[in-house]
C-alpha cells in the first residue's frame, strides 16, 4: 500500500471522518483531515481578533501558520505553534467561521501545498471536500459520500456530544445547510463529486457497512494495480514502437538531450500494461517534439488543421502521427478516430489549453479532453513541459528544458448519463490541478 492514495469528499456529516479514520487503522495508512486544517486557520483568525471577511488578513494568518500533524496515543493531532487545538478547532464558533474563511484562493493554496507535502509518498487517506479533485486528482481510489439532511445532523449532535459540547438539532441544521451552500457555491475549489468516484450514501448505512464497502473497492483496485504493473525487463505490449518512430525518437530525444539539455521525470509512472491519453501545457511549437520524445510511447498527437496547409510538411507531421482538428469544435470525425485509435491501445497526446500560453501561466482547459477520457475509459497522463518558450536560454544552460510526467489518474467510462456534462467538466478540472502540481515541482 506504499504509494497507496485514497481520498473522500463529501459534505458536513456525511461520515468522511469516522470512515476515514477506520480505514486507515485497518489499511495502514496516515490519517489526513484537512477539514481540520481549515478549521486550525478559523481558530487562528478568531484569535487574533481577524475581520474574516478581509482577504488578504486571513490569507496572510493561513500561510504564517505553524502548522504540525502528529500522532499522539495512536491518533492523529493538530497542532499551531506546539499547542494541541484538537478540542477548539470544533467547537460551535469555529465550525460558523471556517467556511467564509477557506473560500479564498490564498488560504486554499497555502493548505493544498501543505497536504501535498504530507502526501507526498503516498500511504494516505485524505478527507475533505476537495482532495480527490483539486490536492489529489491522481489518487487511486476516490470515494464521494453523501448522507440525507437527518442522518446528517443527528451524527454531528452526537459528535460534538462525546466532546463534552451540547447543541440544539435545529441549530446543527442551520450551520450544515449554510456551510453546504458556501462550499458549494464558492468559485475556489467547490465540492465536487469528483470524476470516476466511488458513491457511497451513508444514510441508511452503518459505519462498519460503509467501511466494508470501500474496503472492498480498495482492495480491488490493489489487484487491478498489480495485474497492471510491467516489472524491469519485462516487455510492454503498450510501449511497444515501429521502427522509423523508435529511431526518429531516440534521435530527437539525443538532440535535445545534448543541445538544449533536456531532462526527463517520472518516466516510471509509465511502466503499465495501458494505453494513455497525455495531457500536457503548451507554450511552443516545439512541445510536440519534446514531449513526443520523452514518453516512452508511440503517439498520435492533435495539431491545429493550419499546420497542414502545406503539403511537404503535412506528410511529415503525418508520418509522425500528428491528427488535424479544428481549434474551434472538434469534429465528429475527428472524434471517432481518436476514439478508434484509443480503443486499439494507442496512445494519444493532447494539448488541451487548445493554444500556446506564452506567459506558461496554465490556461483552462477544453472539456473535451474530459469527454475523451470518459467515453473511451482510458486513463489521463498529466505532463508539464517548461522551457520550450526560451530555448535559447536553454542552449545557454540558463534554464532548464524538462519534461515532467505524472502518475495517471484513471476514471473508468463513466456512464451516469445525468450529469455526464459536468463530470466532463470535473474531470477536465482535475487534470488542470494535476499539470499545476507537476508545474509547482519544477519551479521549486
Ligand atoms: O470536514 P469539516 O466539517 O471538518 O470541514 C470544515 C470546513 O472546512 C468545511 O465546512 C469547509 C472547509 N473544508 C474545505 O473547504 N476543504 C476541505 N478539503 C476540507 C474542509
Known sequence: MGGFILTIDGPAGSGKSTTAERLSAKL??????TGAMYRAVALAVLERNIDPENEEAVSAVASSLNLEMRTVNGKPSLFIDGRNVDAEIRTP???RFVSPVSRYEGVRKEMVRLQRRIGERGGIVAEGRDTGTVVFPQANVRVFLVADMEARVSRRRE??????????????????????????????????????????DTSHLTIEAQVDLIEAEVIREV??????AVSKGERNPFAAMSGYYGISRWLVRAFFRVVFGLRVFGSEHLRCRENYIFASNHCSYSDPLVVGCALDREVWFLAKKELFRNRAFASLIRIYHAIPVDREE????????ILALLGAGRSILMFPEGTRSRTEELRDLKPGLGFTALKSGVAIVPVYVSGTSRLLHCLSRRRRLS??????????????AGDRRDAYRVLTGMVRSAIGMLKDETEN
Open 28 to 33: 495502514g495508512l496516515t490519517y489526513l483531515d
Open 330 to 337: 472538434m469534429e465528429r470525425s475527428t472524434m471517432k478516430r
Open 403 to 416: 519534461v515532467r510526467i505524472g502518475p495517471p489518474i484513471r476514471v473508468g467510462v463513466d456512464c451516469a
Open 223 to 228: 489487484g487491478r494495480m498489480e495485474s497492471l
Open 159 to 200: 459528535q460534538l456530544r462525546s466532546m463534552g459540547i451540547e447543541q440544539d438539532a435545529s441549530e446543527i441544521r442551520e450551520n450544515i445547510r449554510s456551510r453546504d451552500e458556501m462550499d458549494s457555491s464558492r468559485i475556489e475549489s467547490p465540492l465536487l463529486k469528483p470524476a470516476g468516484a466511488l458513491v457511497v
Open 93 to 95: 464558533g469555529v465550525s
